[in-house]
């Protein structure tokens, strides 16, 4: 809605996990000329992605939250997935236990919440993503994937 250039067909709620695919499919007959989703959590997109392969229409992309190996591997391929928000849990878990400290020591009041930002991850990104928010290198099959597809 903040964005002018892009027009927003319809917004149907999933509720549950499992419901996303006969959503998505219901979505792609009463509005066949989608061509992208925002769709929560990377779960339900998971489960989106497959009923859109069931109907041929791999060209719609997808934007969805959170990053595991199974996203990476749709964006490292350059398959659907376009980008991703995902949370910082390193981070997250450092920012919380510096907040509890500055109260212990009683340089601080209670936070009602603590939050990092997020990162935004995209196939431009991907390696230097999961190192920065895993903390780790990206699998060995992700990294082949990620550089077979920016070498296209």
């Known amino acids: ?37 925002y769709i929560t959590w990377d779960e339900p997109a998971l489960r989106a992605m497959k009923a859109l392969t069931e109907m041929g229409r791999t060209d719609v992309k997808i934007v969805t939250t959170d990053l595991d190996t199974e996203i990476a ?34 340089k601080g009041e209670g936070a009602k919440y603590v939050a990092v930002s997020p990162y935004i991850v995209n196939s431009d990104n991907l390696i230097k993503a999961w190192r920065e928010i895993f903390h780790e290198k990206l699998p060995e099959e992700l990294f082949q994937m990620e550089i077979n597809y920016l070498r296209k």
């Open 1 to 37: 809605k903040q964005f002018s250039n892009l027009e927003i067909v319809c917004e149907e709620p999933f509720y549950k996990i499992e419901n996303a695919y006969q959503v998505c499919k219901k979505m792609i007959k009463e509005h066949p000329d989608i061509e992208a989703m």
């Open 73 to 106: 591997g749709y964006l490292a391929q350059g398959k659907m997935v376009i980008g991703l928000s995902t949370q910082r849990p390193y981070e997250q878990g450092v920012a919380a236990a510096k907040a509890l400290a500055k109260v212990l020591l009683g």
